[in-house]
């Protein structure tokens, strides 16, 4: 399994913006598809946002489009969540995580069980 760190998390009031970010420290996940998700105090973990492992493609949850942005730099071994016009209800920890599979094809991993390393999540806080 691939080690995954995050960071970038805060605190920020709603409206405002927070860029969270994972890196795998001493590993590689350019030939795995990456995922965002977030799990708030009661909560199921839910998906945020998911890539490919080429770029190519990307999935984001309704309650974050266009408002949200992942993206990655598989030269860095880096993958982002630009988050925009954040509300209280995106209060959450966040985590990364890789796909279980490698060079994926046929879709976006957008299930849970579809991945299988994770970071140790990063706390987004959201005031109103």
């Known amino acids: 399994q691939v080690q995954l760190v995050e960071s970038g998390g805060g605190l920020v009031q709603a409206g405002g913006s927070l860029r969270l970010s994972c890196a795998a420290p001493?590993?590689?996940?350019?030939?795995?598809?990456m995922g965002w998700f977030r799990q708030a105090p009661g909560k199921e973990r839910e998906i945020v946002a998911a890539?490919?492992?080429?770029?190519?493609?990307?999935y984001y949850a309704d309650s974050v489009k266009g408002r949200f942005t992942i993206s990655r730099d598989n030269a860095k071994n880096t993958v982002d969540l630009q988050m925009n016009i954040l509300k209280p209800e995106d209060t959450a920890v966040y985590y990364c995580?890789?796909?279980?599979?490698?060079?994926?094809?046929?879709?976006?991993?957008?299930?849970?069980?579809?991945?299988?390393?994770w970071g140790q999540g990063t706390q987004v806080t959201v005031s109103s």
């Open positions: 001493g590993r590689t996940f350019s030939f795995y598809s």
């Open positions: 890539m490919s492992w080429s770029g190519g493609s990307s």
């Open positions: 995580a890789t796909d279980v599979r490698a060079r994926r094809l046929g879709g976006l991993p957008i299930q849970l069980t579809d991945f299988g390393s």
